[in-house]
């Protein structure tokens, strides 16, 4: 279970545009509170709180004790970086985080597309 103020989120090693995300999100994140796991690693099943292939189905991360996924796990990990702290608090409010995981939802559709002009 996480620190007040600490994130864990789960996310594919293994994907090419998951890799970048990652990537600015470590140089952002610059208190050290996030804690990213990759959950395509071999060991994943001990580290993820659901089975592996569940959490690279969708973004996972959670937030004081709680797992969240889609828009709200992005939401927390933005609330975890100063910079981004304004966007994670407003997507508190229901009907943006509600807009936001429609946008995650269409994200998804186009995400194999994605990464295969990625790679």
């Given at each position: 279970m996480n620190l007040v103020g600490q994130v864990t989120v789960w996310h594919d090693g293994t994907c090419p545009l998951c890799?970048?995300?990652?990537?600015?999100?470590?140089?952002?994140?610059?208190?050290?509170?996030?804690?990213?796991?990759?959950?395509?690693?071999?060991?994943?099943a001990q580290t993820c709180p659901l089975e592996p292939a569940l959490m690279l189905e969708r973004f996972h991360a959670e937030e004081e004790g709680r797992l969240l996924s889609g828009a709200a796990a992005f939401a927390a990990m933005w609330r975890a970086v100063?910079?981004?702290?304004?966007?994670?608090?407003?997507?508190?409010?229901?009907?943006?985080?509600?807009?936001?995981?429609?946008?995650?939802?269409?994200?998804?559709?186009?995400?194999p597309r994605l990464q295969r002009m990625l790679r």
């Amino acid at each position: 279970m996480n620190l007040v103020g600490q994130v864990t989120v789960w996310h594919d090693g293994t994907c090419p545009l998951c890799q970048r995300e990652i990537a600015l999100m470590r140089r952002f994140d610059t208190n050290g509170a996030i804690t990213f796991i990759d959950a395509s690693a071999p060991d994943a099943a001990q580290t993820c709180p659901l089975e592996p292939a569940l959490m690279l189905e969708r973004f996972h991360a959670e937030e004081e004790g709680r797992l969240l996924s889609g828009a709200a796990a992005f939401a927390a990990m933005w609330r975890a970086v100063p910079m981004l702290r304004p966007f994670g608090l407003a997507a508190r409010h229901p009907l943006i985080l509600r807009g936001l995981e429609a946008l995650y939802i269409r994200f998804l559709r186009v995400r194999p597309r994605l990464q295969r002009m990625l790679r």
